[in-house]
């Protein structure tokens, strides 16, 4: 599967990017997380939340097209003056997807070669493979997710 494409986030697609959102979470977590938080993801709630940030311009928001479907997206904040680092917030492909390069073209669209930090579950080594392979490697730094009360570790990656 190779037919897809990178593309801007636009206010048309955020529902979409909702519904993928909640999807790719299902897929990918649902040995994870528990059933009762995949169960309770809101689509309305979710799209206010993604137009937020489209809207505030703050993020770099690229998504991934299949002909005309959605099939993942990336969510990072820009480096700034005040802080050169950018946060890999969200990454997020459908499995049929998987293995493609869509993960890969999206990271970079997201984060271009710039210092970046981003949290991954403790308990989930194709994340951290995945990561690994894009040059981020664990700080030891630790917290507890606020949403899943998972165990996170905080990884970074270097500019070059």
């Not at 494409?5 to 040995?31: F, G, K």
């Not at 993604?50 to 928001?61: M, S, V």
């Not at 700080?139 to 997710?145: A, E, M, S």
Request: with cysteine.
């Amino acid at each position: 599967m190779t037919d897809w494409r990178i593309a801007p986030l636009t206010a048309n697609r955020v529902t979409e990017l909702a519904a993928c959102h909640i999807a790719s979470w299902r897929e990918a977590y649902d040995e994870l997380v528990p059933a009762h938080i995949l169960d309770g993801f809101d689509l309305e709630r979710s799209a206010i939340n993604w137009e937020r940030r489209r809207a505030a311009g703050t993020h770099r928001l690229p998504i991934a097209l299949a002909g005309d479907c959605l099939i993942g997206f990336a969510a990072a904040t820009a480096g700034r003056s005040t802080s050169p680092v950018a946060e890999l917030e969200a990454l997020y492909v459908r499995s049929a997807w998987h293995g493609t390069g869509v993960a890969d073209a999206l990271i970079e669209a997201a984060a271009p070669g710039s210092p970046c930090t981003l949290w991954v579950f403790a308990d989930y080594p194709r994340a951290q493979a995945f990561y690994r392979r894009h040059g981020f490697a664990d700080t030891g730094d630790r917290r507890t997710d606020p949403f899943t009360l998972l165990p996170e570790q905080l990884w970074r990656r270097e500019p070059g």
